[in-house]
């Protein structure tokens, strides 16, 4: 597929229902997410609904002709004071055409006003992810085990990048 030059852009509260829906997309492909569907936490209700009030709560987007197409956030890690957890989703269609590596390449600009490192857990069979991530300057720092809402027990790796 060609590459494609998507709008990435902080996201406001207006995106939420585009950004749920994305998310839900992603989970019910079964492979790529440990829940079955959006789960609130305090963390993401912040990013999505309140963002001024939680700067730190980064959440960009990805839109083509108005549709958001992916989404990418760095959400505090409450037990570590500095460090920032990583997740993206893209929808299927939009894989393989550089969304995620734009999104991830605006998200870590911003990053470095708040944290000193990221950390990212991603399913070692997870490819085209771990690609990015690795271009990006994500280092590999462990493997761990997780379930997955539709695959068990899965392998994952923990990766960070100091900022």
Known sequence: MNSLSPLVRRANRVDAGQIIALINAVCAEGQYFSTPHYVPTPQWEAALYHPEEAPDHLLYVAEDAGVIIGEAQILPCEDQPGVGELGIGV?????????????????????????NKIVLYVLITNDRALHVFEKAG???????????????KQEQLVMQLKL
């Open 138 to 152: 994500f280092h590999e720092q462990g493997r761990r085990y997780h379930d997955y809402a539709h695959l068990g």
């Open 91 to 115: 929808y299927e269609s939009y894989r393989g055409r550089k969304v995620g590596s734009e999104l991830l390449a605006q998200l870590l600009k911003e990053a470095k006003l708040y944290y």
